[in-house]
């Protein structure tokens, strides 16, 4: 398994500002991934995170408004880009260490937004 | 299409008794990993089993159990004995190919009283 981290735990924004959101990893690990949930749902994948270039967004999600970055093996990054109240879910980062395996998940970002 | 279907959305138990949550799943790969999860109301996601396509053995761990049959699509988790402690949200997760895309049920929330 692996230890993440994130940050912040949680947030309260303004509308049309935006909160970047870091995940740490104590070990290098293949895949690095961003998942959504809004409130009472359930969790939906925003992307998959790419060392080295640019992420891979599933359908209803869009880099203009979900930046992601992986500059390493440890470290990634989503922002969550000009807000609003419907943005407010939990973030969770989730990584797997061998490609194929069992994915582990960070303890999330709560997000509310004004 | 992949899906994740959880039709008990609220399980109450009183402690000591058994609770079993239903997961069926749809996919049309034959090689297809089935995962729980479990989120304790601090928001983290535990992990709790993963189980390939080719092993229908049935699991246990504790106070945990997992029944899996292909015959019927159907993953399902049992809690013996329950206690307070096991009051939690519980996904149940299907991915299908080694790029580690997760395709979470909608949840069943799990509440024992003492």
């Known amino acids: 398994s692996a230890v993440i981290s994130q940050k912040p735990s949680r947030d309260i924004c303004q509308r049309g500002t935006s909160l970047t959101i870091q995940c740490q990893v104590d070990?290098?690990?293949?895949?690095m991934f961003w998942y959504r949930q809004q409130p009472g749902q359930s969790l939906t994948l925003i992307a998959t995170?790419?060392?080295?270039?640019?992420?891979?967004?599933e359908s209803g999600f869009v880099i203009d408004k979900f930046p992601i970055s992986r500059p390493n093996l440890t470290f990634s990054t989503l922002t969550v880009s000009n807000m609003s109240p419907e943005d407010s879910s939990i973030y969770l980062c989730?990584?797997?260490?061998?490609?194929?395996?069992?994915?582990?998940f960070g303890p999330g970002t709560r997000l509310t937004v004004l | 299409a992949q899906k994740v279907t959880q039709a008990q959305t609220e399980i109450s138990v009183v402690e000591k008794e058994d609770v079993t949550l239903d997961c069926v799943y749809e996919?049309?790969?034959?090689?297809?990993?089935l995962f729980w999860y479990k989120q304790p109301p601090s928001g983290e996601l535990v992990f709790l089993i993963r189980?390939?396509?080719?092993?229908?053995q049935n699991e246990i761990s504790g106070r945990y159990s997992w029944n899996f049959q292909k015959s019927t699509s159907s993953f399902n988790f049992t809690i013996t004995a329950s206690q307070v402690v096991d009051s939690a949200v519980y996904f149940c997760?299907?991915?299908?190919?080694?790029?580690?895309?997760?395709?979470f049920g909608a949840g069943t929330q799990v509440v024992v009283t003492p």
């Open positions: 989730s990584v797997e260490v061998v490609a194929g395996d069992t994915q582990y």
């Open positions: 070990s290098q690990v293949t895949m």
């Open positions: 995170a790419n060392q080295g270039s640019e992420a891979t967004y």
């Open positions: 996919t049309r790969d034959t090689t297809y990993y």
């Open positions: 189980r390939n396509s080719f092993d229908e």
């Open positions: 997760a299907l991915s299908s190919n080694s790029w580690g895309k997760l395709q």
